[in-house]
């Protein structure tokens, strides 16, 4: 058993609504005071959505873009200037594989984290200054975790019915893990994720043309499943 040599003033837990942006800066400026600096951000906030884009509400869209992008690239700012500052930092955004393929029932998630990843990816460019500056973009795939309970559905007023069977989806300590390897390494980009969905990313890299084929014919079982009350995901695991 491990004895950690934590004090009490080594940890700071602050309240944050990433919706509410005026907070940020003063949240950042809570940190500074408490540890003096920031070495590590990692943004890792964000909603999942589970609903057909012909059904959802307009108002569903904007939620998910405020949250999971605006929200992120809010306090990234406030981080960022502190880091610069420091000529050093790492900047770690949990994006997702649905932010380098496409699926159905996830346009507006989809749309959030495409946007994440060409925001970071465009962001490491204008930092060519401030090489100890890491931008690091985590990929996970379907994780073992309370995300699906807490989707976006139609309408913001309405909560996911059946939450589904997660044994098939990665245990969260693993992806945790391999985050942590990826951090450690300066890995610009990384895909964690078991089969088969790491290797629809590759396709969707690599052979376009073939990811659309799969995914049309993998999405048809997904939205039947999904209008059938089945766990979405499980059809990508059979």
């Known amino acids: 058993l491990e004895i950690s040599s934590l004090s009490e003033n080594d940890i700071l837990v602050l309240r944050l609504d990433l919706t509410d942006r005026s907070t940020h800066e003063a949240a950042t400026n809570s940190v500074l005071k408490h540890f003096g600096k920031i070495d590590v951000l990692v943004n890792n906030g964000g909603r999942s959505q589970r609903s057909l884009f012909v059904d959802t509400n307009l108002d569903v869209y904007n939620a998910i873009i405020e ?21 050093r930092g790492k900047i770690v955004t949990v994006s997702s594989v649905m932010g380098i393929m496409g699926a159905p029932l996830a346009t507006g998630y989809c749309a959030s984290k495409h946007a994440l990843q060409g925001f970071f990816n465009s962001l490491r460019t ?17 994780v073992q975790s309370q995300i699906i309970q807490n989707v976006f559905t139609e309408n913001l007023a309405k909560s996911i019915q059946n939450t589904g069977d997660q044994s098939h989806k990665m245990p969260a300590d693993r992806c945790a893990r391999l985050t942590l390897v990826s951090v450690a390494n300066d890995v610009k980009e990384a895909w964690i994720s078991d089969h088969p969905y790491l290797a629809v990313c590759y396709l969707w890299q690599y052979a376009p043309t073939w990811a659309w084929w799969l995914m049309n014919r993998m999405g ?19």
Do not use: W
Request: net charge positive; charged share 25%.
């Open 126 to 142: 204008e930092l060519t200054d401030y090489p100890e500056i890491s931008i690091i973009q985590i990929c996970p795939g379907p």
């Open 67 to 87: 949250l999971n992008y605006l929200g992120t690239i809010s306090l990234t700012k406030y981080v960022l200037n502190h880091m610069i500052q420091r000529k």
């Open 220 to 238: 048809k079982r997904r939205i039947q499943n999904f209008k059938s009350g089945i766990d979405a995901d499980a059809s990508y695991s059979r």
